[in-house]
């Protein structure tokens, strides 16, 4: 029998990973860290779902996060085989899961002291600096449209995947007593239209499964063309100039901050926008330019690229006094920082010292999973807490699509049908509910069977050796309640909650007004009883428009 396990990327759009059983050999797809709402992100720290000292290889589609973060705590907890990978994906390995380590560490310190203060016990980061450091040589760079073979019985190569430098799918072939091999396609992620760095997406046709990412399944973002683009983001950075504050770009330090940079400068070139300081303060995304330059010849637009960052308009910081430092600088100027999503890095610091203001603006250049203070954001909330401090949200937020690394649903529907014919299943991953349902309508015009598209939830099994893939129920045992995968969950509503009090108390006429809410709130709690918004709904505040915040 043939298994296909679902470990992350089910029904949400983070934690990348797919175990593919075949009976003699266990490979990996991905080993991805989980991000959104803190249920969610918890599941970095608990136990792999799996033995990693049993898995016979590891297939990687690309560097970021959320595909390759927990490639350390696998290597940490046993797995000693090794990590297949484009060239250029493990080039930036090597920067981004030391760097991912760094930030644990320094974040857990910080938490650490939060929780002795209130008397509980301390936790240890996922893994550390050096746990990454020591993953690195387990890591083997190959080139794209050649074949290899990571376990017995399989082989696999890479297809550019168009997303991020050195992304790719991966086509996989798995031998089959007296028959033809069972041909699968893992998509990665799929990159869009235009992107400024990278071609468009490849890879062959004739599959008997294909699992695709769903990012953007069922949304149109009428992409524009690069001058549309410019100016978008010209729009958006005269806006702020004239308010005469920070603007704030939470950015992936890999490729989306070089994208922006370059079009930044080139829009200050050009006089389409003020001359300005544009700091870049991720030690990480320095390291990724040196990268990104030694690729050159890959990439799409690499001469600007390069230009850009020899502007004297850009600076980078590297210590972390220098990027407290920026908090100083008054007048309008630029930061760009990781993470994209906001949920860690040097940009929360850069949030909590500028949320508050009215000359800030927050300008939010990707998509940004439910739970994630980005998300929060972006959905509207007047206030959030950051490291344990609560802060009123006066900043602008605005957002722009058009950096997306993502194919948009009708470019993912194209890359699907460019694949044709797909002989038994396509499995729908990496996306959340309301897209994968869109996503799937949209491939039923492709003449697919309606039963041949299949949306699986976090740790499903299949069965792939039949003529059809079969749900093996009585071996998925999922980690979380599946109704809490990519949905705001208690922490949420506890952090709304708690601000939602304050609030009635602050606008109680007097002290006993004060007093009375606070004992109404004892007795229901002492009574065991829901108390206001217990029914786990959401809900308006006690007064004032529906808010959400993020509670870290």
């Not at 009123?392 to 649903?409: L, T």
């Amino acid at each position: 029998m043939i298994r296909l396990t679902f470990h992350g990327a089910a029904r949400t759009v983070t934690g990348s990973c797919y175990l593919l059983d075949t009976g003699d050999a266990r490979v990996l797809i991905d080993c991805g860290m989980f991000q959104g709402s803190k249920t969610e992100r918890e599941l970095n720290y608990r136990a792999f779902p799996f033995e990693p000292s049993r898995l016979t290889a590891v297939l990687l589609t690309h560097a970021h996060i959320d595909h390759a973060g927990l490639l350390p705590k696998l290597v940490k907890h046993g797995y000693g085989g090794r990590i297949h990978c484009t060239v250029a994906t493990a080039d930036l390995c090597a920067i981004m899961l030391p760097d991912s380590g760094g930030i644990q560490e320094m974040e857990v310190k910080q938490l650490n002291q939060r929780r002795t203060r209130r008397g509980e016990a301390e936790v240890e980061p996922i893994y550390t600096f050096d746990d990454a450091m020591a993953s690195l040589p387990q890591f083997e760079g190959h080139d794209y449209e050649t074949w290899i073979a990571p376990a017995p019985g399989i082989r696999a190569r890479f297809w550019n995947a168009g997303h991020l430098l050195g992304s790719a799918s991966i086509e996989v072939e798995v031998s089959q007593p007296g028959g033809k091999p069972l041909r699968l396609l893992f998509s990665g992620d799929i990159g869009p239209d235009n992107k400024m760095l990278q071609t468009d997406p490849e890879a062959p046709v004739n599959f008997d499964i294909v699992i695709c990412e769903s990012t953007y399944g069922g949304r149109d973002r009428f992409e524009r063309s690069e001058q549309g683009r410019r100016e978008i983001l010209a729009t958006e950075v005269n806006a702020a100039a004239r308010k005469k504050g920070a603007l704030l770009i939470p950015s992936f330090a890999v490729e989306r901050t070089q994208e922006l940079v370059t079009d930044l400068v080139k829009l200050m070139d050009e006089g389409l926008a003020p001359k300005a300081n544009i700091f870049i303060d991720s030690p990480l995304a320095s390291k990724a330019t040196a990268i990104f330059t030694k690729h050159a010849a890959e990439l799409q637009h690499g001469p600007d690229l390069t230009r850009a960052f020899n502007s004297p308009y850009v600076r980078s910081t590297e210590s972390v006094e220098d990027s407290k430092a920026l908090a100083r600088f008054t007048g309008f100027h630029i930061i760009v920082a990781a993470s994209g999503m906001c949920d860690a890095g040097r940009i929360r610091h850069h949030l909590k010292n500028h949320l508050w203001q009215p000359s800030t603006t927050v300008l939010l250049a990707g998509f940004q999973a439910e739970g994630s203070l980005g998300r929060i954001l972006q959905d509207g909330a007047q206030t959030v807490t950051i490291m344990g401090e609560t802060i009123s949200v006066k900043a602008e937020i605005r957002q722009i699509e058009d950096y997306s690394g993502h194919a948009d649903g009708p470019e993912l529907v194209q890359w699907v049908k460019e694949r044709l014919p797909i002989g038994r299943s396509i499995f729908l991953t990496h996306g959340e509910e309301e897209g994968q349902r869109g996503m799937a309508e949209d491939l039923k015009k492709l003449d697919l069977p309606h039963d041949c598209i299949l949306i699986p939830s976090l740790d499903s099994v299949y069965d792939l050796s039949g003529g059809a893939c079969a749900f093996l129920a009585g071996e998925t045992r999922p980690r979380i309640d599946p109704t809490m995968v990519a949905h705001l969950d208690s922490h949420n509503d506890l952090a709304d909650f708690i601000l939602d009090v304050r609030d009635a108390v602050d606008k109680a006429g007097d002290e006993k007004a004060k007093s009375v809410i606070l004992r109404r709130l004892r007795r229901a709690l002492a009574a065991g009883e829901p108390g206001p918004g217990g029914d786990g709904r959401r809900r308006a505040p006690v007064s004032g428009p529906s808010r959400r915040k993020e509670q870290i």
